[in-house]
């Protein structure tokens, strides 16, 4: 039994960017359904960074690979409210310098700092980004008096999260998602929300898209479904938006130019105690060598500590009785290398490819020597090692052992920032949609998520693409 349904205004995908357009849609006064294709949870419904909250709420529990030499891991929320459910919530505006040349390169109508600034103000104020009103924790310390030591500047990131002090002086977090902010918003102003809810394919007679044809769960069975719409948002992320519009039919310029951020993390000891979980995510950064790379500290609670910790698995139950003096850490690259997202005629997954160019590697290798002299400058006692052809680091002047020492063989990466996938503007065999996501070989499907970013903006994306999703939604309002 099939169902159809009618609406004025599709939106698929209700991470940060298709939260906010459903919102700002229907608080305009058009009739929207917001889909999702996974479930719908409470924020706060499994612990942070547990393997539960991995299951729950990413696609393959976080465990997906890109094809190349060598592969890269890399994660696509599932669920409503998308990756803001149970990211870290870090927000860094983007460089100014980054915005202008995105608008030269890629010809970008009416964009930049000035153009931008408001809708980030916007962003800021009501989704709501705070700094942590207590210690940075001492591992974040570690970092920050590393790059201090050595004349590089540092800062705290600040997060998508509220902080409430208790009466008895103590603080506790919330972190603003989408299912905190933005889509009770959607719904309130008369928004549909339907999860367990997958677009399969867009239906198109000319330049214009008539309907979606998908499933939805209902129950235990996934019952086929029809949705016919006036226009339609796509903002399923940048692996799923190319999916369903080369599922489509629609292939020119899509899926040909995925970005990542390729990331290597490493683990340090301490002679004190320096890995305190209930503090959360680490917040301090690097700012030294921004965009093209950054240097931070990871989550670091036994399971993930034990991830970056090489040796048989007795010699790694050994380190781990000293799991409080040990930490992890990471540099991350704007990668140079461009993928690609496929779909074959049948299949329901996608293939993704993305090549590591040798420049990356350098730069790899670069981060690594960076991060272990800021650490060893810090104080470590121990830098582990995280290639597999070599030893653990005790000295500062090691630290330049890694440049040029990342090779394709010796090496894992992962990514956790993906875009690129539909890049916006006016660039000539390169641009998917025009300047505000309107798609380039149809009159009423518009994309507005990371896969509009033309390329990586080296700072933490949650917060840049729902500015362009906000400056988006109030161009198309504005000229209907």
């Given at each position: 039994m099939s169902r159809a349904i009618d609406t004025d205004v599709l939106v698929i995908g209700s991470g940060p960017g298709g939260a906010t357009t459903a919102a700002l849609l229907a608080e305009a006064g058009r009739q929207v359904l917001l889909v999702e294709e996974g479930d719908h949870h409470h924020v706060d419904s499994t612990a942070d960074?547990?393997?539960?909250?991995?299951?729950?709420?990413?696609?393959?529990?976080?465990?997906t690979k890109a094809f190349g030499a060598p592969g890269v891991s890399y994660i696509e929320g599932r669920c409503v409210g998308?990756?803001?459910e149970s990211n870290a919530g870090l927000y860094h505006p983007p460089f100014p310098d980054v915005l202008a040349a995105w608008a030269r390169d890629h010809d970008i109508e009416d964009f930049g700092a000035d153009a931008l600034a408001p809708f980030l103000e916007q962003v800021e104020t009501e989704i709501g980004v705070s700094s942590r009103p207590v210690s940075h924790g001492p591992a974040s310390q570690a970092l920050a008096r590393g790059a201090e030591t050595l004349g590089w500047r540092w800062t705290e990131i600040r997060r998508f999260w509220r902080y409430v002090e208790g009466s008895d002086g103590t603080w506790s977090g919330q972190r603003r998602s989408m299912t905190e902010t933005m889509i009770p918003r959607a719904v309130a102003a008369g928004c549909a929300l339907m999860s367990g809810t997958r677009i399969d394919r867009l239906v198109c007679s000319g330049r214009v898209a008539r309907t979606a044809q998908g499933w939805t769960r209902q129950g235990d069975q996934d019952v086929p479904i029809e949705i016919r719409f006036g226009e339609v948002w796509v903002c399923a992320g940048a692996v799923q938006t190319p999916r369903l519009l080369r599922k489509s039919g629609l292939r020119r310029q899509i899926g040909d130019t995925l970005t990542m951020n390729p990331m290597i993390?490493?683990?340090?000891?301490?002679?004190d105690t320096v890995n305190v979980p209930?503090?959360?995510?680490?917040?301090?950064?690097?700012?030294e060598f921004k965009p093209a790379m950054t240097l931070g500290c990871?989550?670091?609670?036994v399971p993930h500590l034990a991830m970056w910790l090489d040796g048989t698995p007795t010699e790694r139950e050994r380190l781990l009785e000293e799991w409080e003096q040990m930490a992890v850490f990471y540099v991350k690259v704007s990668g140079e290398g461009r993928g690609s997202v496929r779909t074959l005629p049948g299949l329901d997954?996608?293939?993704?490819?993305?090549?590591?160019?040798?420049?990356?590697?350098?730069?790899l290798?670069?981060?690594?020597?960076?991060?272990?002299?800021?650490?060893?400058a810090a104080g470590a006692t121990e830098v582990f090692n995280p290639l597999s052809d070599g030893p653990s680091l005790t000295d500062r002047a090691h630290a330049e052992r890694f440049r040029g020492a990342v090779t394709r063989g010796n090496v894992t990466l992962s990514a956790i920032h993906l875009h690129s996938t539909c890049p916006m503007g006016r660039r000539a065999g390169f641009s998917a949609t025009d300047s505000w996501g309107r798609l380039s070989a149809a009159d009423n499907i518009r994309v507005n998520d990371s896969s509009l970013l033309p390329a990586s903006p080296g700072?933490?994306?949650?917060?840049?693409?729902?500015?362009?999703?906000?400056?988006?939604?109030?161009?198309?309002?504005?000229?209907?």
């Open positions: 960074h547990s393997i539960e909250q991995m299951d729950e709420k990413w696609r393959h529990g976080g465990l998308g990756a803001s993390r490493l683990a340090a000891r301490f002679p209930a503090l959360g995510v680490p917040v301090v950064q690097i700012e990871s989550y670091s609670a997954e996608t293939i993704v490819r993305q090549p590591v160019t040798d420049a990356d590697l350098a730069h290798g670069e981060g690594l020597a960076r991060l272990s002299e800021a650490l060893l700072v933490n994306p949650q917060g840049t693409i729902m500015a362009i999703a906000r400056r988006n939604v109030a161009q198309a309002l504005a000229t209907e």
